[in-house]
């Protein structure tokens, strides 16, 4: 005798009213820039992507920076 077996059913949820599914945080960002380290070492962009990556990672360290910066003198104030 052989067992049939049926396929599981899809249950999809809907996501909770509270949480955002649309979302970037700090360190996403952060993230992101771990990728663009390693991708350049790696030498995944093109000579004539170099610049726009470049100015990119520019604005997200500083971006960061200035985040990191402001969290530290928030911290400071408590």
């Known amino acids: ?3 049939e077996v049926q396929p599981a059913e899809a249950t999809t949820q809907p996501a909770p009213a509270n949480e955002n599914p649309v979302e970037l ?7 992101i820039k771990q990728i663009i380290d390693v991708a350049s070492q790696r030498g995944a962009f093109k000579p004539n992507e170099m610049t726009t990556v470049g100015t990119t990672y520019t604005k997200l360290e500083t971006f960061l920076a200035a985040v990191a910066q402001q969290q530290a003198a928030t911290e400071g104030e408590k």
Request: aromatic share 0%.
């Open 25 to 31: 945080t700090v360190q996403d960002l952060g993230n």
């Open 1 to 3: 005798m052989t067992e």
